[in-house]
């Protein structure tokens, strides 16, 4: 009973140990950073959270924003010493040096943020040993080279974060049969092929992957990712016609960013019929034919980007349904129409960019009932004003409309007298 005692009297000191170990591994212009001493219980040191008071094993190390600096593989083997430590978060600090593949032997880790950092090198696929890592987020840091394939075997893996670094090659076809990913972060790398089909089960409910290389179609089963919320796939070299059912399934989805890609034809049928969508963002790409009445179903939009295509016909009167709609951008199109008076019925618009159409016939006066409109721009049109209150680029006074900072209506103008 006595060398129980003794035993359990050891385990607070021993990891207080660990733990001074790792502090004093650090450089000693950054030591301090971690007021860490042994007046009192290592539970209570800042950025260590234990089980509880009775239970003296530390299950996080929460050390984000400390400015802690030097060679990250140097100190790890005193932390993977720590042999209940589930969480490390040591993002948003100055670490630099390789990815440290001893991480993949701490025995219960399973949230690993080392985001925000100096870290090189390649991703080691030690990293990947785990069976139970729910989170990985090395993020913004100079990482090189591919993702591993081995990111396969971590069938617990709910988040993956490797935005804002050098990665190269493709997405590890390995990567898209993970049962629990729900959140996929690889924007800003080097990325490059086509985007591998998903899984008929998919969990995904937040796939960002812009800024990247990426080619090819967007493949039809991104329908089955039926919870997915938010679609960032900006800034790539994806293309072609999307098929009319791509958006099906995804009745879950908020946020849609394809902008400046390579995708033409018509807008998919599907994509008008995505109820949630609180920001459309299809911006530069060569989508043509016209803008469909189903907008109407935008309830919750409150952002639409649909300029630098070759949208053609008129923006439809069902545009009156937008309720919410804050942006609209439609410039940089082949709009040849005037604007519907429907438009007095966006009474949240505070953004409207209409300029380089071929847009023409009377400004509806009921334009004058937006009064959260900040900013309008409907150059190069040819508009005319029943009662010509108009007088170059001047804001007429009649709009009522005074919060405008911009309005901008310049050339080709016609009105009578």
Known sequence: ????????????????????????????????????????SHCQWPGVSCYSEEDFGVESLNLTRYGLSGIFEKSVSNLCKLPDLLILDISGNNFTGKIPALLGNCSKLNTILLNENG????????????????????????????????????NSLEY??????????EIPVELFTLPNLKFLHLSTN???????????LCSLSDLRIHENSFSGPLPVSLSNCRNLSVLYASSNNLGGIIPPNTFKGLQELE?????RNKFEGEIPESLWGLRNL??????????????????????????????????TGHIPRSISSLGNLNHLFVYDNMITSFLPPEIGNCSSLVEIRLQHNFISGNLPSEICELHSL????????????????????????????????????????????
């Open 1 to 40: 009973m006595n060398l129980h005692l003794v035993s359990s009297a050891s385990l607070p000191q021993a990891t207080a140990i660990h733990l001074l170990q790792f502090q004093n591994s650090l450089p000693e212009s950054t030591r301090f950073l971690l007021p860490w001493n042994q007046s009192i």
């Open 119 to 154: 870290f090189s090198g390649s991703i080691p696929v030690q990293l990947f040993k785990s069976r139970q890592i729910l989170q990985i987020d090395l993020g913004y840091n100079l990482l090189t080279g591919i993702i591993p394939p081995e990111v396969g075997q971590c």
């Open 160 to 169: 993956l974060g490797l935005y804002n670094n050098f990665l190269n090659g």
């Open 190 to 200: 080097n990325l490059t092929k086509g985007l591998h089909d998903f899984p008929s």
């Open 255 to 259: 946020f849609l960013y394809l902008d």
């Open 278 to 311: 609180k920001e459309l963002i299809l911006a530069d790409n060569m989508f043509n034919q016209s803008i469909s009445e189903d907008i109407s179903r935008f309830k919750q939009i409150t952002y639409l980007d649909l300029s630098g295509n070759n949208l």
């Open 374 to 417: 900040r900013l309008c721009l409907i150059a190069s049109g040819k508009f005319g004003w029943k009662e010509n209150i108009f007088h170059g680029n001047e804001l007429p006074r009649k709009f009522g409309l005074e919060n405008v900072n911009k309005f901008s209506m310049e050339n080709k103008w016609v009105g009578k007298g």
